[in-house]
């Protein structure tokens, strides 16, 4: 219901008129009823709303926009010049960035569940904030360099999935623009303690990854991520988010190690400890099971491989008599390890064997997971288990070298396995001729990283899954060979 127009008179003495001609307070009074004239004036509301939200939401960037030209910016003083505004941003700014939000999340929840299926599946009740969970808290946060890396990420995996190759263009531009504001945060040693700088670190590893801009930057990109989690000291990645990175990175950086022939810094006492602290955590949760204390047992042996490695690779070249004094210790150090490994390696088998022919409570072991996560995921681990034992095998080799003849007929054992269980082929790691040769020699080690433009696979395969499930043993190969 429309209410009338108030006469000249009512509308003077602020009083309202009952909308006749003439009114009843102008016939009483015997004055002139004259009609007020209506009048409309249009306001741009759109600076106005640009002004309130601008504060708490930020400005959504363009899919089409390029990547800042000229030098890099260093330092705290890197800035990004505003993008303008499109119409529906003018009209309804929070509207706009909400429904961006929303779908940057659906569209990483879908890439998740396609890069990292297992792995996501089988930890992600085991953090107190998984991935998926953090990027749909971030709503309205569009602006950052972590949200940047994202959506690289989520545009490649998009340009592939759709066959769009000009999302690929346009995803490296966002990695270049996340790249510059990830070097402006670790510039403060207070920003680069952050989440924000770590996970967008990880963020942008992983699309290095898939696709290689350079044979080695993915090592690079490690080498970052090593030195903001020392930065950040063990605690910071036992609660929150922190332990969500934490888990999830922690086997690449094994990888890593092994390729850059140096001790992995996750075997220092205080590292091992937070592994420890994790697992008892995990251990502690109502639907906790037996299958995450297998893994996370061999996953801390599995952290001191590339430590033996580069211990046995120096005592090669060293004098008769400083190999005689350490060669022994080590030896024992290895043959533990091994051992330890082939009690998982076995329990493990036993135990998905029994589920498998319904001997066994499939909740029981596996907790809530669903069988089929399950079957991917113990394939990988499975995998990862049977690569570590490959390695310290050579390593027993050339410490010890009457073992060899017994060694090596495991050695063919363990890589003759069959391939997983949901039908994939084995990945390189596992072919070949990895075998030692039988003839004498003095032996060295040769490892090949499988990071590489010849063997990576895109963000529509579960590749990461396998390299992260396998605890980065699907990253690498080990051999020896005699001179």
Same mark, same amino acid.
């Given at each position: 219901?429309?209410?009338?127009?108030?006469?000249?008179?009512?509308?003077?003495?602020?009083?309202?008129?009952?909308?006749?001609?003439?009114?009843?307070?102008?016939?009483?009074?015997?004055?002139?009823?004259?009609?007020?004239?209506?009048?409309?004036?249009?306001?741009?509301?759109?600076?106005?709303?640009?002004?309130?939200?601008?504060?708490?939401?930020?400005?959504?960037?363009?899919?089409?926009?390029?990547?800042?030209?000229?030098?890099?910016?260093?330092?705290?003083?890197?800035?990004?010049?505003?993008?303008?505004?499109?119409?529906?941003?003018?009209?309804?700014?929070?509207?706009?960035?909400?429904?961006?939000?929303?779908?940057?999340?659906?569209?990483?929840?879908?890439?998740?569940?396609?890069?990292?299926?297992?792995?996501?599946?089988?930890?992600?009740?085991?953090?107190?904030?998984?991935?998926?969970?953090?990027?749909?808290?971030?709503?309205?946060?569009?602006?950052?360099?972590?949200?940047?890396?994202?959506?690289?990420?989520?545009?490649?995996?998009?340009?592939?999935?759709?066959?769009?190759?000009?999302?690929?263009?346009?995803?490296?531009?966002?990695?270049?623009?996340?790249?510059?504001?990830?070097?402006?945060?670790?510039?403060?040693?207070?920003?680069?303690?952050?989440?924000?700088?770590?996970?967008?670190?990880?963020?942008?590893?992983?699309?290095?990854?898939?696709?290689?801009?350079?044979?080695?930057?993915?090592?690079?990109?490690?080498?970052?991520?090593?030195?903001?989690?020392?930065?950040?000291?063990?605690?910071?990645?036992?609660?929150?988010?922190?332990?969500?990175?934490?888990?999830?990175?922690?086997?690449?950086?094994?990888?890593?190690?092994?390729?850059?022939?140096?001790?992995?810094?996750?075997?220092?006492?205080?590292?091992?400890?937070?592994?420890?602290?994790?697992?008892?955590?995990?251990?502690?949760?109502?639907?906790?099971?037996?299958?995450?204390?297998?893994? /996370? $047992? *061999?996953?801390?042996?599995?952290?001191?491989? &590339? @430590?033996?490695?580069?211990?046995?690779?120096?005592? %090669?070249?060293? =004098?008769?008599?400083?190999?005689?004094?350490?060669?022994?210790?080590?030896?024992?150090?290895?043959?533990?390890?091994?051992?330890?490994?082939?009690?998982?390696?076995?329990?493990?088998?036993?135990?998905?064997?029994?589920?498998?022919?319904?001997?066994?409570?499939?909740?029981?072991?596996?907790?809530?997971?669903?069988?089929?996560?399950?079957?991917?995921?113990?394939?990988?681990?499975?995998?990862?288990?049977?690569?570590?034992?490959?390695?310290?095998?050579?390593?027993?080799?050339?410490?010890?070298?009457?073992?060899?003849?017994?060694?090596?007929?495991?050695?063919?054992?363990?890589?003759?396995?069959?391939?997983?269980?949901?039908?994939?082929?084995?990945?390189?790691? /596992? $072919? *070949?001729?990895?075998?030692?040769?039988?003839? &004498? @020699?003095?032996?060295?080690?040769?490892?090949?990283? %499988?990071?590489? =433009?010849?063997?990576?696979?895109?963000?529509?395969?579960?590749?990461?899954?396998?390299?992260?499930?396998?605890?980065?043993?699907?990253?690498?190969?080990?051999?020896?060979?005699?001179?």
């Amino acid at each position: 219901m429309v209410r009338p127009p108030d006469c000249q008179a009512c509308a003077h003495a602020h009083l309202q008129c009952e909308g006749k001609v003439p009114c009843a307070r102008c016939k009483h009074r015997k004055l002139a009823c004259v009609g007020q004239p209506r009048t409309f004036r249009f306001r741009n509301e759109g600076p106005g709303l640009q002004q309130r939200y601008r504060p708490s939401v930020p400005l959504v960037v363009s899919a089409t926009d390029s990547p800042p030209r000229g030098p890099p910016a260093r330092g705290r003083d890197v800035q990004f010049t505003p993008l303008p505004l499109h119409m529906d941003e003018s009209i309804s700014p929070s509207l706009t960035v909400t429904t961006v939000a929303a779908q940057q999340t659906h569209v990483f929840t879908n890439y998740v569940l396609t890069a990292f299926p297992c792995f996501f599946k089988c930890t992600e009740t085991r953090v107190p904030v998984n991935w998926v969970e953090y990027v749909d808290r971030r709503r309205g946060a569009m602006h950052s360099c972590f949200d940047w890396a994202i959506r690289a990420c989520t545009l490649a995996y998009t340009g592939q999935f759709y066959n769009v190759p000009e999302f690929t263009d346009i995803a490296r531009s966002f990695y270049v623009r996340s790249l510059r504001g990830l070097a402006s945060l670790i510039t403060d040693e207070t920003t680069a303690k952050t989440d924000e700088a770590l996970s967008t670190a990880i963020v942008l590893a992983v699309f290095e990854k898939h696709h290689c801009t350079s044979p080695d930057a993915w090592l690079t990109h490690a080498s970052g991520i090593r030195a903001l989690l020392k930065l950040r000291g063990p605690r910071a990645h036992l609660h929150g988010f922190g332990r969500a990175m934490y888990i999830v990175y922690r086997p690449m950086l094994i990888a890593a190690a092994l390729i850059e022939g140096e001790a992995c810094f996750l075997e220092q006492p205080e590292w091992q400890s937070l592994n420890e602290a994790i697992s008892n955590d995990n251990a502690k949760l109502p639907d906790s099971s037996l299958y995450t204390d297998v893994v /996370d $047992r *061999g996953l801390r042996e599995i952290i001191k491989i &590339p @430590g033996y490695v580069s211990r046995a690779r120096d005592l %090669l070249s060293s =004098p008769v008599a400083r190999r005689a004094k350490l060669e022994p210790p080590l030896l024992q150090s290895v043959q533990a390890t091994r051992a330890a490994l082939r009690g998982i390696y076995t329990e493990f088998g036993v135990s998905i064997s029994m589920l498998r022919a319904g001997q066994a409570q499939p909740r029981g072991f596996i907790g809530p997971l669903p069988q089929f996560f399950f079957e991917g995921y113990s394939a990988h681990v499975t995998r990862g288990v049977r690569s570590a034992l490959l390695i310290l095998n050579c390593l027993v080799i050339t410490l010890d070298p009457p073992q060899r003849p017994t060694l090596e007929k495991e050695y063919r054992i363990l890589s003759a396995s069959p391939a997983s269980s949901d039908g994939s082929s084995s990945p390189p790691s /596992d $072919r *070949g001729p990895t075998t030692p040769p039988s003839s &004498p @020699g003095s032996p060295h080690f040769v490892v090949e990283s %499988l990071i590489t =433009p010849e063997y990576k696979q895109g963000p529509t395969t579960d590749w990461m899954d396998q390299l992260t499930s396998s605890m980065g043993m699907d990253g690498v190969r080990v051999t020896i060979v005699d001179d």
